[in-house]
């Protein structure tokens, strides 16, 4: 009707919450900010999963490297034995052959050094046998035998594995061992029946402890060896290249043949 007024009504107005003074309505969060940190963990895992992965790839592959060394190895031991054991004449040079694979063998496997010094050492005493009458003389031992005594004195690791080849005969007169570890080797006439080293070349090779006795040294060079504690009982060394020093410091008694001047 004209003339009346009729109260106006704000729809929703009853609805909203008052609002304090000073107070802003909380931010609605931001979608793009939880794709970002969830794609960042989804990454991060991903690098972790190829990183376990890799490792575990790695480490069965050294498995396997070190199955296949362990392998060649035994393939190359078993090999050195057959040649050693070629006994006929006209096979001196595979059982040479045999000798030097062994000595390499215990380069390159540490751990399977003293299964090959063994076998060096049962190779020796076969080839080499103590007879029961001592001779007059002692023979040369054979080519393959000087080799593996070689090899025996060669080995890496000498201060583990004392030399031991004892009940032989071993004419190795002459032959060159210049630098050889034989520390606490087992030389003596007794357990190797009278070792002839004639001429011998022994410069600067390691003899301390080693025993010597009743040992044929005449005209051996023992220049710069270490006789330290060395058992020259009864050992024969005219005409060595020895010096008083050297003398000095090892074992020696009256049936000790010395060189001229000592």
């Given at each position: 009707?004209?003339?009346m007024?009729y109260p106006?009504?704000?729809?929703g107005?009853?609805?909203?919450p008052?609002?304090k003074?000073g107070?802003?309505p909380?931010a609605?969060p931001?979608?793009?900010?939880w794709r ?12 972790l999963?190829?990183?376990a992965g ?11 490297q070190?199955?296949t ?7 190359r031991?078993?090999t050195?034995i057959?040649?050693?054991?070629q ?9 040479l052959?045999g000798v ?8 390159d496997?540490?751990r ?8 060096l ?9 103590r007879?029961?009458v ?6 040369p031992?054979?080519?393959d035998?000087?080799a593996?005594v070689a ?10 594995y ?5 009940g032989?005969l071993?004419?190795l007169g002459?032959m ?5 570890r ?5 030389l003596s ?7 002839d080293l004639?001429?011998a ?8 402890d080693?025993n ?5 040294l005449?005209?051996?060079?023992l220049?710069?060896?270490?006789l330290?504690g060395?058992?020259?009982a ?6 060595a ?5 050297q003398l000095a410091r090892a ?5 000790t043949r010395?060189p001229?001047?000592?």
């Amino acid at each position: 009707m004209e003339g009346m007024s009729y109260p106006t009504r704000r729809l929703g107005a009853a609805k909203l919450p008052a609002m304090k003074a000073g107070r802003r309505p909380a931010a609605a969060p931001d979608k793009r900010d939880w794709r970002a940190t969830a794609g960042a963990i989804g990454g991060l895992a991903s690098v972790l999963l190829v990183a376990a992965g890799l490792f575990y790839t790695n480490d069965a592959n050294r498995n396997q490297q070190e199955l296949t060394l362990q392998g060649q190895i035994a393939v190359r031991f078993s090999t050195a034995i057959n040649q050693l054991g070629q006994e006929q004449d006209d096979k001196l040079s595979v059982r040479l052959g045999g000798v030097y694979a062994l000595q390499r063998l215990m380069v390159d496997s540490p751990r399977d050094e003293p299964v090959v010094l063994g076998v060096l050492y049962a190779f020796v005493r076969s080839h080499a046998p103590r007879p029961a009458v001592r001779p007059r003389e002692v023979p040369p031992a054979p080519a393959d035998v000087r080799a593996a005594v070689a090899a025996i004195g060669a080995r890496p690791h000498p201060e583990r594995y004392p030399v031991d080849i004892s009940g032989t005969l071993l004419g190795l007169g002459h032959m060159s061992l210049p630098g050889a570890r034989l520390a606490g080797a087992n030389l003596s006439g007794s357990a190797l029946f009278h070792a002839d080293l004639t001429g011998a070349k022994l410069i600067g090779a390691d003899l301390h402890d080693a025993n010597l006795h009743d040992a044929v040294l005449t005209g051996a060079d023992l220049t710069g060896a270490d006789l330290t504690g060395a058992n020259l009982a009864g050992a024969n060394l005219s005409g060595a290249t020895v010096t008083a020093d050297q003398l000095a410091r090892a074992r020696v008694d009256a049936r000790t043949r010395l060189p001229a001047g000592h």
